[in-house]
């Protein structure tokens, strides 16, 4: 008999998509606003569109993600549903990290360029090249979270993240998955 896997927060709390570096995106797009206000050259304004395409795809992400409690009030006739909500949200982060990445590389080719008369200096694209990288992390670190949230909703339940393999279990343990 298969048993209820462990909640993914029980089972791995320090990977949980909730322990997870979400955060309100609302100063980061306003910081994007004002930069793209003052971007006077083509790569300046393409940074700053992949900036809030990585946003928006960020936000859908986590809207999709806080949908998922709700289907897992009855998890097992639902346990599809999760996982294609998981997976969308995976993929949502994962282009968000794409649109972060192509951002950052626009802002190193403004760098490339003449200094402009905005007020925009090489120091501070610099800056935001570093500043974005980092987003770009972060939203693979979410990424991450959920993905090992995802396997730790499937038996066995001693799951690992990392080298370990996550089919480790207990002899008794696969006698009951095979039956």
């Known amino acids: 008999m298969i048993h209820s896997p462990t909640p993914p ?16 995106l609302d100063e ?27 946003i928006a795809e960020e936000r859908a992400a986590l809207h999709t993600y806080t949908t998922i409690p709700t289907m ?16 969308c949200s995976i993929e949502s982060l994962m282009q968000a990290a794409t649109h972060w990445f192509a951002a950052a590389c626009a802002l190193q080719e403004s760098i490339e360029q003449p200094v402009q008369e ?14 974005t990288l980092a987003q770009r992390l972060r939203v693979w670190t979410i990424a ?23 089919t480790d279990c207990s002899e008794k343990q696969q006698q009951e998955i095979a039956r």
């Open 72 to 87: 897992q009030r009855s998890w097992t006739s639902r346990r599809t549903q999760v996982v294609a909500l998981h997976q």
């Open 144 to 166: 991450q979270h959920l993905l090992a949230e995802q396997v730790a909703n499937y038996p066995p339940t001693q799951h690992t993240v990392g080298a370990a393999s996550v």
């Open 9 to 24: 927060e029980e089972e791995h709390p320090f990977f949980s998509a909730q322990n997870a570096p979400w955060m309100p």
């Open 28 to 54: 980061l797009a306003a910081v994007w606003a004002a930069f793209g206000c003052q971007a006077s050259t083509a790569t300046a304004a393409r940074a700053t569109s992949e900036a809030f395409a990585a």
């Open 118 to 131: 905005n007020g925009v200096t090489h120091e501070h694209v610099q800056f935001l090249v570093g500043h």
